[in-house]
């Protein structure tokens, strides 16, 4: 299994909305409504922020959502604020029991 | 409060092995499957092998397939990675995570996310 794509990098300033993506294809992102974002901060375990596409854990603040299309899903936080500058790593399941990560996103606020 | 503690992690030489331990707290352990989830230095994540909770099946990833093994003790709470014939690309930070269930009116089911994550123990690979 290839990794998922995620750009390198994503800037943007406190309030603003900032979308991540993350593309694979057909035999994970696109075959899967399975799709999984995690926030990592330096040095810090990752913390499941996103999962099965769109749905948010407790306690996961509502500016964070996440959709698919096709081959690609996105991670949207709106309302962006210092705290939520980190890494941000997208997983996807392949079947058979095998999962796929993207590169990871880090995240700057301005 | 779930936990998971790693260790066993630290400095060994290529062709060399190494066993990892995570023990679990705060959940029953025994009705979740568990994972391992590597992370070479400034990479990203990579998913290594899982466990059901059960133990009846395990599954790795090609790249650590037949030199890996991934094992659990029900009664300790106690999930385990033996790494045989390392490499030095297997450098890297190993956490152990907990993957999500779901339940409905009947039955329960796993559900493809990890949950909960440790903080992870380094192993280094390098003569």
């Known amino acids: 299994q290839s990794a998922l794509t995620q750009p390198r990098s994503v800037s943007g300033s406190p309030g603003q909305s900032v979308t991540i993506s993350c593309t694979g294809g057909?035999?994970?992102?696109?075959?899967?409504?399975?799709v999984s974002w995690y926030q990592q901060y330096p040095g810090k375990a990752p913390k499941l922020m996103i999962y099965d596409v769109s749905k948010r854990p407790s306690g996961v603040p509502d500016r964070f959502s996440g959709s698919k299309s096709g081959n690609t899903a996105s991670l949207t936080i709106s309302g962006l604020q210092a705290e939520d500058e980190a890494d941000y790593h997208c997983c996807s399941y392949a079947g058979s029991y095998e999962w796929v990560f993207g590169g990871g996103t880090k995240l700057t606020v301005l | 409060e779930v936990h998971l503690l790693e260790s066993g992690g630290g400095l060994v030489q290529p062709g060399g092995s190494l066993r990892l331990s995570c023990a679990a707290s705060?959940?029953?352990?025994?009705?979740?499957?568990m994972t391992w989830v590597r992370q070479a230095p400034g990479k990203g994540l990579e998913w290594v092998s899982v466990?059901?909770?059960?133990?009846?099946?395990?599954y790795s990833a090609h790249s650590v397939k037949g030199r890996f093994t991934i094992s659990r003790d029900n009664s300790k709470n106690t999930l385990y990675l033996q790494m045989n014939s390392l490499r030095a690309e297997d450098t890297a930070i190993y956490y152990c995570a907990k993957v999500g269930r779901y339940c409905d009116s009947t039955s329960c089911y796993t559900s493809w996310r990890f949950d909960y994550w440790g903080q992870g123990t380094l192993v280094t690979v390098s003569s």
């Open positions: 705060g959940f029953t352990f025994s009705t979740y499957a």
């Open positions: 057909s035999s994970d992102v696109g075959g899967y409504n399975y």
């Open positions: 466990i059901s909770g059960a133990v009846d099946s395990t």
